[in-house]
């Protein structure tokens, strides 16, 4: 009887060498160090990583996945859930410390950094060069300051890292079902999507990669697993009545001036496509792979600056090439983010492109490393070659240490100002909790514990007006964060009807205004100059 011959298991060291422990050990000291060094105890002023606490409290509360301080608590739709659950996780537990989050977010780009070592120095078979690149990545300032605060990169960036790991030890196992590796690559792949909704071109990398080995059976098996996994959060949508923000925003011409309007012809939408190009990858790329290097992203890119970022691209895409059989899935992964970025608002500079850095970093290297030593000249230093990288060092410490320095500052004047207004609600005793209009609500309700909602983005007054009534307002705050909002629809709102707001408190250096709103005195207002037919 003919017998079938085992499939060949790819190989990942499993006991690996003392040199490659060691290694490992480096890269969690290195990390500790610069860890320790940058480390910011603050919570970022971006505001996403409060609405990140606020969802996970709500989750580990048993209110489910809900805006705990709107009104009337609506389900949350704005942020995939992934991140709040994983926070979520942890506050079941008794866990809400702010440093320990941050120490986990830290936790995540360290592992990260060792799954992909290990990948690539089988990609490779050069472990000097992918040790050293793991170096640089550990001393990426950019990556640094979002391992230190509690925003979704990081689970995401060790997600997507678990995902090709699994790939990888999957190998051509036609029995993968009997494989724990199988179940690692389908949970982490929908886990990335569930943290960010871009985590689907992950998967579409990896299900286009398997159907051009034509490898039906696994194909199926991994988009219906995905699928099933995904599920229920499609129900849990459609049964809400919830749809989601990504195709409104695309089309969006800019949405924090919703005015503007919708993109309304394909001129539009080129102009946008072009300057997400501009502001992504010609010069975000070169922001994440060398951060000492300053990028003024207040003007276009001239022609000098588009050369520098094709050469950039031309030798990552060599350097993907070069890695072999699975040069192809990282192919597709890099030119579906791409194709995202085109395709997502401007005005966010490099924050969408830094999950990608380690992978840049790794596939630049390796290729300009490929390419240097195929001239006959450099053949002989190939040893040598990637030495030479770690002088990078010297401008990779200048902004570690600006961020070491900007991390160990307070809070600006007019943020000190916005929380203390918060705290104060905090320490009232209301009978009937009061709804406050502030710019960044959900950092409002973090420390004052009351509803918050923000301002209607209208440059029609009596609208931003109606919209206080229509929520039920009780209080607006007008501050000075440095939003271009405040003074464009709020402050003229406040201005044009300033007999409906009183001074309740008033805070100086800079000066900001805790207002109580008279609602009824509004109706009656806005009744008597609409009066209706």
Request: proline letters at 6%.
């Amino acid at each position: 009887m003919k017998t079938k011959k085992p499939p060949t298991p790819v190989t990942l060291p499993g006991k690996r060498s003392n040199y490659s422990i060691l290694i490992l050990l480096g890269f969690g000291l290195l990390f500790l160090f610069t860890f320790l060094y940058i480390f910011n105890s603050k919570l970022d002023l971006n505001g996403d990583n409060f609405s990140y606490l606020l969802l996970a409290k709500s989750i580990a509360k048993g209110f489910g996945y809900t805006d705990l301080y709107s009104p009337g608590m609506t389900p949350a739709s704005h942020f995939p859930p992934g991140y709040p659950a994983i926070l979520a996780f942890f506050m079941f537990l008794n866990v809400h410390s702010i440093f320990f989050f941050k120490i986990l977010n830290g936790l995540f780009f360290l592992a990260s950094v060792c799954l992909l070592y290990l990948l690539m120095e089988k990609f490779t078979q050069n472990r000097t060069l992918s040790a050293i690149v793991a170096v640089l990545i550990l001393l990426n300032s950019g990556l640094l300051s979002f391992a230190t605060i509690i925003m979704s990169e990081m689970s995401y960036l060790f997600f997507t890292c678990l995902a090709i790991y699994a790939v990888y030890r999957l190998g051509d196992r036609n029995d993968f079902l009997k494989s724990g590796y199988f179940y690692v690559l389908v949970c982490a792949t929908v886990i990335t999507y569930y943290i960010r909704s871009i985590g689907i071109v992950l998967m579409l990398s990896i299900l286009i990669y398997y159907l051009l080995q034509k490898r039906w059976k696994l194909s199926l098996a991994f988009a219906g697993g995905f699928f099933l996994l995904y599920l229920p959060w499609i129900i849990r949508n459609k049964i809400l009545n919830l749809e989601g923000r990504y195709f409104g925003t695309v089309m969006t011409v800019n949405p924090w001036r919703p005015e503007e309007g919708s993109i309304q012809s394909f001129g539009e939408f080129f102009q946008k496509i072009v300057s997400n190009l501009d502001e992504t990858v010609i010069k975000g790329f070169r922001e994440v792979l060398f951060p000492f290097i300053h990028i003024d992203y207040t003007v276009p890119s001239g022609l000098p600056s588009i050369v520098i970022t094709l050469c950039l691209l031309s030798v990552i895409f060599y350097g993907i090439w070069k890695i072999g059989r699975f040069r192809m899935l990282f192919i597709f992964y890099l030119l579906g983010n791409i194709a995202t970025f085109l395709l997502w608002h401007g005005g966010n500079g490099a924050r969408y492109v830094h999950p990608l850095t380690p992978f840049l970093a790794y596939f630049f290297f390796w290729g300009l490393y490929r390419l240097l030593i195929s001239v006959k000249s450099f053949k002989p230093a190939g040893k040598i070659i990637p030495y030479l990288y770690l002088l990078l060092i010297f401008g990779l410490i200048t902004p570690i240490n600006a961020l070491h320095e900007v991390n160990g500052r307070s809070y600006p004047p007019a943020y000190k100002n916005y929380f203390s207004l918060a705290k104060e609600f905090k320490k009232q005793k209301f009978t009937n909790p009061p709804t406050v209009c502030c710019r960044k609500p959900t950092m409002f309700s973090y420390y004052s514990e009351c509803q918050a909602i923000n301002y209607l983005y209208s440059l029609e007054t009596n609208e931003v007006i109606q919209n206080l009534i229509d929520n039920n307002v009780d209080f607006v705050v007008l501050e000075q964060l440095g939003y271009a909002s405040t003074p464009r629809y709020l402050y003229p709102a406040i201005t044009a009807n300033q007999e409906l707001f009183e001074v309740v408190k008033q805070l100086q250096n800079p000066e900001t205004y805790l207002l109580h709103f008279n609602r009824e005195k509004a109706i009656q207002k806005l009744s008597a100059e609409n009066p209706n037919p």
